[in-house]
T-cell receptor
């Protein structure tokens, strides 16, 4: 079956430092990866949509300068949170698939910022 | 305000009982999805119901969609403790990759 692995599962970083998270699709090929952030209140924000061989599309309030994404092939994507601060904390979810109707989500990377 | 919203915010039932979670949305959609998120996990899709469908079933789950009132419901029969999770509805519009999630309903199934 289709599985999506995210790592690390949780990470703690000091305010102002950066951390990288990875997303691996197993058992299927994902043309697109959508990165979401889920707040402690459980609300979802779409950060960006990355499609292989296309430009990465960032949503309002999220930029490439802050959340650079790499998506080199159909099974792997990574995102970095640069200069993390308290407001960046949350659960970062990677949804991989070939359409918005068939997104498979990983378990997320929980970011805590001290 | 939220573009998609579930209600109630939380509910508790005993094992074996049936339960219904409702969702209202504010955009034009091509499909509506119900997701379940268990503690420590990412959301997992339960049912996808397209805008031209009125009902969809998946085992103990039944989803309905009413595009005229922009609402959907997810019913779970014969609930089990492992059904304890947050349930989200999510909508997608034509040509858009953006999945708009509601804020979720916390369902607790007690023994």
């Amino acid at each position: 079956g289709a599985l999506v692995y995210q790592y690390p599962r949780r990470t703690i970083c000091k305010s102002g430092t950066s951390m990288r998270m990875e997303c691996q699709a197993v058992g299927f090929q994902a043309t697109s990866v959508a990165w979401y952030r889920q707040s402690p209140q459980k609300t979802f924000e779409l950060i960006a949509l990355s499609t292989v061989n296309s430009a990465i599309k960032y949503e309002q309030n999220f930029t490439q300068e802050k959340f650079p994404i790499s998506h080199p092939n159909l099974s792997f994507s990574s995102m970095t949170v640069l200069n993390a601060y308290l407001e960046d904390r949350g659960l970062y979810l990677c949804g991989a698939g070939n359409s918005a109707e068939t997104l498979y989500f990983g378990s997320g990377t929980r970011l805590t910022v001290l | 305000s939220q573009l998609a919203e579930e209600n109630p915010w939380a509910l508790s039932v005993h094992e074996g009982e049936s339960v219904t979670v409702n969702c209202s949305y504010k955009t034009s959609i091509t499909a509506l999805q119900w997701y379940r998120q268990k503690s420590g996990e990412g959301p997992a899709q339960l049912i996808l119901i397209r805008s031209n469908e009125r009902e969809k079933r998946n085992g103990r789950l039944r989803a309905t969609l009413d595009t005229s009132s922009q609402s959907s419901s997810l019913s779970i029969t014969a609930t089990r403790c492992e059904d304890t999770a947050v349930y989200f509805c999510a909508t997608a519009s034509s040509g858009s990759w953006q999945l708009i999630f509601g804020s979720g309903t916390q369902l607790t199934v007690m023994p």
